[in-house]
C-alpha cells in the first residue's frame, strides 16, 4: 500500500513544528513555493504563531509562543474591551 502523498501545507506545517528556524531560500527553493510570504500567511490564518526575523542574512521564519499583549489584542478584537470585575 502506498503511502499518501502529502500537501505543501502539511509539508512546511511539519518543518515549523520540528522548532528551528526556517528561511525564506529553503522554503523557496526545497518547497518550490513561489511565494513563501503567502504560505506563512497562510499558516497564520491558520493559527500558528509565526515570527519574521530579517537579517543581513535574510528572512527567516519560526514558530513561538504568542505574547500576552498580542493574546490581549485578540481578546479586545474579539470581544470588544473588558471591564474589571469586582469581588
Given at each position: 500500500?502506498?503511502?499518501?502523498?502529502?500537501s505543501k501545507?502539511?509539508?512546511?506545517?511539519?518543518?515549523?513544528a520540528?522548532?528551528n528556524?526556517?528561511?525564506?531560500?529553503?522554503?523557496?527553493?526545497?518547497y518550490?513555493?513561489?511565494?513563501?510570504?503567502a504560505?506563512v500567511?497562510?499558516l497564520?490564518?491558520?493559527?500558528?504563531?509565526?515570527?519574521?526575523?530579517?537579517s543581513?542574512?535574510g528572512?527567516?521564519?519560526?514558530?513561538?509562543?504568542?505574547?500576552?499583549?498580542?493574546i490581549?489584542a485578540?481578546?479586545?478584537?474579539?470581544?470588544?474591551?473588558?471591564?474589571?470585575?469586582s469581588?
Open positions: 500500500m502506498a503511502r499518501a502523498k502529502l501545507t502539511t509539508k512546511i506545517r511539519n518543518l515549523f520540528k522548532g528556524d526556517v528561511t525564506w531560500k529553503t522554503l523557496r527553493n526545497t518550490d513555493l513561489k511565494s513563501p510570504a504560505m500567511g497562510k497564520r490564518n491558520e493559527g500558528m504563531m509565526i515570527y519574521e526575523n530579517r543581513s542574512k528572512v527567516s521564519y519560526r514558530v513561538g509562543t504568542p505574547s500576552k499583549a498580542i490581549a485578540g481578546i479586545n478584537a474579539v470581544f470588544g474591551k473588558q471591564v474589571a470585575y469581588a
